[in-house]
């Protein structure tokens, strides 16, 4: 599975944007993803999970009520829509794959990533 995250930009406080994780591989619809973001000089964070149906979502604290987590199987891709976006959630926005059963709440449980998309939120 390979994995193309989009979306990110430069944009004020207050704003939204929505990022996209195109998926390739016959197998998507039957694995659960995540997003994950990574700050300069701090670890990889967990944002956001989404079950393999899009059945149950699980959000990080810090974006709850925010970010809304999505998927289209039929189209091989997962969103992050991001609103009221703080100068905090500027990092490196990761898309994530889980080759394995279950839910995945840490950077350890994703076997694919892709390549990171750039948000930047300014005050």
């Known amino acids: 599975v390979q994995l193309q995250a989009s979306g990110g930009g430069l944009v004020q406080a207050g704003d939204s944007l929505r990022l996209s994780c195109a998926a390739s591989?016959?197998?998507?619809?039957?694995?659960?993803m995540g997003w994950f973001r990574q700050a300069p000089g701090k670890e990889r964070e967990f944002v956001a999970h989404?079950?393999?149906?899009?059945?149950?979502?699980y959000y990080a604290d810090s974006v709850k009520g925010r970010f809304t987590i999505s998927r289209d199987n039929a189209k091989n891709t997962m969103e992050l829509q991001m609103n009221s976006l703080k100068p905090e959630d500027t990092a490196v926005y990761y898309c994530?794959?889980?080759?394995?059963?279950?839910?995945?709440?840490?950077?350890?449980?994703?076997?694919?990533w892709g390549q990171g998309t750039q948000v930047t939120v300014s005050s």
């Open positions: 989404i079950s393999a149906n899009g059945g149950y979502t």
């Open positions: 591989g016959r197998t998507f619809g039957s694995l659960a």
């Open positions: 994530g794959i889980r080759l394995r059963s279950g839910l995945g709440f840490s950077k350890q449980d994703y076997d694919h």
